[in-house]
C-alpha cells in the first residue's frame, strides 16, 4: 500500500502543476509526453485543459525503490479551481491487475503538496519528496490520473509507465 501512495502521490503533485475512467485511453504518442524529465503522458491532445503542465521533473528518472523520488512541476491554471475539485486514480501492475482505482478529492489531496483550495488562476509550482519502499515488486506500473473540476470539466489527465526490475 506504500507503494500505492507513493504512485499516487506523484500523480497527483504532477496533477496540481496538474481505457477505466471516462473513456480515456492510453496511448504510446511521443507527441502527448509531458514536458520534462519524466515517464508522463498525456491521454490525448491538451488544447482545451484546464491545467497547462509546463514541466515535470523526477529526480531520479527513472524512480528507484529504496530512495527518495523527488518531484518538480509547474503548471497554469487557466481557471480558479473551486472545492469539489476531483482525480479519478487507477494503478495497475502489469497490465492485469488493478492495485489501486478511486475517486479522490483534489483539494484534499492538495494539502500534500502545501496548496489550499479555491486554486488561483494562473502559475502554480510543486516541489514534493517521496521516499519509495526498498522492496518494490519487478514488473510495469501503470497509472492512470484523470482530473476534473467541481463541475465535471476536466482538468487533465495524465498516465504514467514505470517498470521496477529484480
Do not use: H, W
Amino acid at each position: 500500500m506504500k507503494f500505492t501512495t507513493c504512485f499516487i502521490s506523484l500523480v497527483l503533485s504532477s496533477l496540481t502543476t496538474a481505457s477505466i475512467f471516462g473513456g480515456q485511453t492510453v496511448l504510446d504518442d511521443p507527441e502527448l509526453s509531458v514536458p520534462g524529465d519524466n515517464p508522463l503522458t498525456f491521454c490525448k491532445a491538451t488544447t482545451d485543459d484546464k491545467l497547462v503542465i509546463k514541466y515535470v521533473d523526477l529526480i531520479p528518472n527513472p524512480p528507484e525503490a529504496g530512495k527518495v523520488l523527488k518531484i518538480e512541476a509547474a503548471g497554469n491554471f487557466t481557471e480558479e479551481i473551486a472545492e469539489g475539485a476531483y482525480v479519478l486514480l487507477s494503478v495497475k501492475y502489469n497490465r492485469l491487475i488493478t492495485l489501486f482505482s478511486s475517486k479522490e478529492n483534489l483539494c484534499d489531496q492538495m494539502k500534500n503538496v502545501d496548496k489550499e483550495c479555491p486554486l488561483q488562476k494562473g502559475m502554480i509550482n510543486i516541489t514534493k519528496e517521496v521516499e519509495l519502499p526498498t522492496r518494490i515488486p519487478p514488473g510495469t506500473y501503470d497509472v492512470l490520473a484523470d482530473a476534473y473540476d467541481n463541475e465535471d470539466q476536466k482538468l487533465t489527465c495524465l498516465t504514467a509507465k514505470v517498470t521496477f526490475k529484480a
